[in-house]
Each structure stands twice: as C-alpha cells, then as structure tokens.
C-alpha cells in the first residue's frame, strides 16, 4: 500500500503553543520520511526528515518522532510561530532515484498572534 | 543557492490547447520530477527523469508526456488540455533518493 495518510486537515494553534501533526504509512519498504513545508505561493521547502534508524529527531523547534513498529510518525512544532502559519507536508519514501515519493495530503497549520 | 525555476507561474488555456510547461534547475541534478497539486491530494507524481532522455511514469501519467533534452531541463506537455488538468503544477529535481527541491509551481487554469 502506497498511502500516506496525514491528520489533521486543518490545525489552529495560539502562539507559543505546540502544533502536532500526524501520520501514518503501511509500506514498510519505505526508508526515508521527510516533512515539507509550503508557504501560500511557494513551492514546498524541506523541513526536516528522519531515518527509520533513529525514533527522533530535533532541529530548533521542530522535532520528528518516529515509531517504527507502529509505523506512525509526527511532527512537532514548539513554541509555534504566526511566521509557521504553513501546509505542512508528511512525505515517504524508497528507492535509488527518489521517484517512489508518497505524499500526505496536508496540513494547514494556522498559528494565532 | 539552489534553485528550481518554472517559468510560467500562471497560465490560462482553452481546452484542447497545447501547453508546454517548462523546468529549469541549476543544481546539475540526475534526477527531475513533475508532480501535480490538488486540494485534499497532497502531491501526485506524473512523470520523472534519472538522466537525460530517460523517462518513466509516476502515479497519474495519462494526458500528459514529458521531454528531457538537457540535464538542465525537464518540459512537462499537455497535448490536448482539459478542464480536469486545471491544477498546480510542482517541478522538483534532486540528487539521488534524497532531497526534492520544488519550484514555486505553474498554476494551470484551462476553460
């Protein structure tokens, strides 16, 4: 199964707050999991990806958590910003050319001032 | 920087009207990439290219092909538009399995 499923629709945090965003995927050949951010106007921009090697990883405010055995992974966003106010993209993949790229269907995220 | 340059960011076409969109990346990557935007979809990939004239079909290739001539450059072709390719339309290009670098998009309205 080639689906990556991704919830919520829509979220809308207060600023300061945490946003969490979550996904699912079935496909266990996948190996790399990226979250993509797209600004209105924009094309989508790398955020930060993960391994199936490691269950976190964390840049600044944004952390991936990753359950293997679940196959389930989240993106988290501390302290969220108006300036994140975005589409958030999950993403997975396999492959040596990067054709086998499944998107989630997105997340608009809207952080409040 | 790298960049991924679509050259046109809004079009308007009637249908049964040839489009060609076109894709330029200035990063010297192997691999480029089509894929098309629709509300509630996420991204669905039409065609990609792993090196100059080779193509393959994504997941929604039908009403569409593709030219890739330059390593530089990736053309997506509609040769017969229809109103239910109105969409947005993402160029990505990247260095094998890693990274995707998308362009702004080509929004495609086509009457």
């Known amino acids: 199964q080639q689906q990556v499923k991704q919830s919520p629709q829509s979220l809308i945090v207060q600023k300061g707050g945490i946003s969490i965003i979550n996904c699912a995927y079935e496909?266990?050949?996948?190996?790399?999991f990226p979250w993509y951010q797209q600004f209105p106007g924009k094309g989508p921009a790398l955020l930060i990806a993960i391994r199936p090697d490691v269950s976190e990883k964390k840049e600044g405010r944004f952390t991936i958590s990753f359950n293997k055995s679940a196959k389930q992974f989240s993106l988290h966003i501390m302290d969220s910003q108006p300036g994140d106010s975005a589409t958030y993209f999950c993403a997975a993949s396999w492959g040596n050319y990067g054709q086998n790229f499944v998107f989630g269907p997105g997340t608009r995220l809207s952080v409040l001032p | 920087d790298v960049k991924v340059t679509q050259s046109s960011r809004y079009l308007v076409k009637r249908t049964g009207e040839k489009v060609f969109l076109e894709c330029v990346q200035d990063?010297?990557?192997?691999?480029m990439f089509w894929y098309r935007q629709d509300p509630g979809l996420g991204l669905r990939l039409i065609y990609f290219s792993y090196d100059v004239k080779m193509k393959e079909k994504g997941d929604i290739p039908e009403g569409y092909s593709v030219s890739r001539e330059k390593k530089e450059r990736f053309s997506l072709i509609l040769e017969s538009a229809s109103t239910n390719q109105t969409s947005m339309y993402l160029c990505?290009?990247?260095?094998?399995?890693?990274?995707?670098?998308f362009g702004e998009g080509s929004r495609l309205t086509v009457l």
């Open positions: 990505a290009s990247s260095l094998g399995a890693g990274e995707l670098f």
């Open positions: 496909n266990t050949a996948f190996d790399y």
């Open positions: 990063m010297d990557h192997e691999n």
